[in-house]
């Protein structure tokens, strides 16, 4: 392989995966988390920290919160001192639909991966167009995935892992082959060397 067509190749991955990144969050962007909770609630500076004392019935009012998704929010008197606080369950509103965005982010990649790598397959014999191609389908489908990794379970990562593998393995066996035999793929694309 030539370097220009290594070059070429590289630049038609790094675009690719830019545009891909790009065109989902144009048409469809991810929640942001300033829609849903208000990040002006901060920590306010503290004068003379080391005088406060943290009861023992905010800490276990704390950690109700956080198990139930919630943001807690301190209550300070003038001096600094954390004396309350509430359960803010804005960020379970935001969680949830960060999680559905991220699913939707992963079927949208998956078949734009798929598609992608399909084409890049059928127009293997046109340098290095076919090759990036094919390697920013596989970067799709990577992309989509981690996106939306931590909501799938163990067993689902498997199985997509097994399944885009198979897939890898195959397309590999294939295009070999094609090459030692020199015809074309049969998508009605005729492509010899």
Excluded at 11 to 39: T, W
Excluded at 56 to 76: M, N, P, S, T
């Amino acid at each position: 392989m030539k370097v220009k067509n290594l070059v070429l190749g590289i630049g038609i991955f790094i675009v690719f995966m830019l545009a891909l990144g790009y065109g989902i969050q144009a048409f469809y962007p991810e929640p942001k988390y300033d829609d849903y909770c208000d990040v002006s609630l901060r920590i306010p500076a503290r004068i003379g920290i080391e005088d406060c004392k943290f009861s023992q019935g905010l800490e276990i009012k704390q950690q109700a919160c956080y198990k139930v998704g919630g943001e807690f929010r301190y209550e300070y008197d003038e001096q600094g001192c954390i004396v309350d606080g509430y359960c803010d369950e804005c960020k379970i509103a935001y969680d949830e639909d960060k999680s559905r965005h991220a699913k939707i982010v992963f079927v949208i990649a998956l078949i734009v991966g798929i598609l992608i790598l399909i084409v890049g397959y059928a127009i293997l014999s046109v340098e290095p167009v076919g090759s990036a191609l094919m390697a920013s389908g596989v970067g799709a489908i990577f992309y989509g995935s981690i996106r939306n990794w931590i909501n799938l379970s163990n067993v689902w990562r498997f199985l997509l892992l097994l399944l885009v593998l198979a897939l890898l393995i195959w397309i590999a066996i294939r295009s070999n082959r094609r090459k030692k035999k020199g015809f074309g793929f049969s998508f009605g694309f005729k492509f010899g060397r």
